[in-house]
């Protein structure tokens, strides 16, 4: 009996001290962001499959299907623009609601990995198959059609977007080419590209900025190379496939890092460099992302 009596006491002094002992506390899980600038921005990712929103401080906000995503956009209203495989054959581009309803869609057969929508309520679709830009009415008709000089296909284009002046700047990775035309189609001028032409931005100051795998590189109006970015300058951003591409009022540069071909995970998704070329902001969420292929900042500091 005494021998039972001192195992109930042992016993009770154990939960006891289970009782009043210091709640386990849990580490604060490490932040994405590293560096003091805060950007918000939206990714798509053919990874994952899915276009997502994030805030300033990394948090995964919003997520939404969108299998091979390869450009995406935020509108004003709220609603969110992106081009993705659709259902079998149909490649395009839907826009969908924050709470994620589908409100409109354009359906094309073949790669799609460009989209924008312009000012007049139209939206610019760049179809690899057909080797052309359309310009979508909101009733589903096309209302312009600009021939790539580009051979159709997966190399086809990425990256495409009407300028300011009404032009159309296109990255063609098959050619290792970039292509401004003009609204009538007509080439007005051709960048010969290192590598497979993805990003390409028509500055306003009329320099063209572009990204082609190993490279980010602004030429100014006559083709002349004013700055250039390598990978092997960046090394801590573990850089695989330089891609996506934005230039910021300050002058800075954000780069997506895609992280195909079985490179899911060595790098950091996105990043900023000054003209400098000193990283200055990452982003390096590698659990959320996996292939980031286009971001959209809508907020900075």
Known sequence: MASASRRVASTLAVLLTFAFAAPATEEPAESPIKGSIRHEFYTSDSGRGVVMHF?????LLWEYPAPNSYDVQPL???NVVFACHIEGGNHGVREVTPDKKVVWEYKTTGEVFACQRLADGNTLVGECATARLVEVAPDGKIAREIKMKARAG????RMARKTKAG?????HPGDGMVREYSAAGDVLR????????????LLDDGHVLFSCEHFVIEVDKDGKEV????????????????ASIARLPNGNTVIGNWLGHGQEGKGVPLFEVTPDKKVVWQFTDTKNTRQLTHFEIVRGE
């Open 154 to 157: 997966h190399g086809c284009m």
């Open 76 to 78: 004003a209203n709220g």
């Open 55 to 59: 805030s300033a401080e990394g948090k």
């Open 227 to 242: 700055w250039r970015l390598a990978d092997k300058e960046i090394p801590e951003v573990g850089p695989k496939w330089l």
């Open 190 to 201: 051709e960048i010969k590209t290192p590598g497979p032409a993805y990003g390409a931005l």
């Open 167 to 171: 032009t159309y700047i296109v990255g």
